[in-house]
């Protein structure tokens, strides 16, 4: 994941992928036929790993609100400590096998059904008009921060978590209040 975040995936070779590895080329070809296999595994493991416990931690918050803050606080510090992967998995799914991208768009659709569900609850309502875009807007807010978040920069992760929930959560009080949509 580190080769493809910053060479891109296309740019990388299985040579390199073997080298990073610490395995022969053969060795690789051994475990993945060819290279998208292991796109594959980068793009597949960071959902699940996103996923994993989600739902359980959720169930631990007394509050949407709550549950919203643990959701951003969870996904940025994931963020942190998996950089490489994450870009990989933000930036090249485009260069999936199609059986390979419905697959990880299956797993991104559940990871997203969540986070429509959490939206709804902290603004009382479920029309996809109004939760959709909120969820997306989430997700954008969220999604960009691995390309510009340097772990040895000024904010840490942590701090930036808070402040991503505090500034996401603080917009949807005119969304309950009002009732109005953006």
Known sequence: AELCSRKTY???TMDEIAAAAGVS????????????EVLFDIQR????????????????????RDKL???????????SGHLPQVRT?????????PDQAKIVGDLQSRYLEIVRNLVAEAV??????????????????CNWIPGWFQEDGAVSI???????AKLFLEGLDGFRDRGEEA
């Not at 803050?69 to 963020?79: D, P, S, T």
């Open 158 to 164: 942590e701090e930036l978590a808070v402040r991503t």
């Open 124 to 141: 009382g309502r479920d029309d996809p008009v109004t939760v959709n875009p909120i969820a997306f807007g989430l997700f954008g807010l």
């Open 10 to 12: 296309l740019d990388t």
């Open 45 to 64: 493991q960071g959902i699940e790993d996103l996923m994993s416990g989600l739902e359980e931690a959720l169930a631990a918050c007394p509050t949407a």
């Open 69 to 79: 803050r643990c959701f951003i606080e969870r996904q940025l510090r994931y963020y």
């Open 89 to 97: 998995l933000l930036n090249d799914r485009h260069c999936l096998e």
């Open 25 to 36: 080329k053969g060795g690789m070809y051994y475990h993945y036929r060819k290279k998208s």
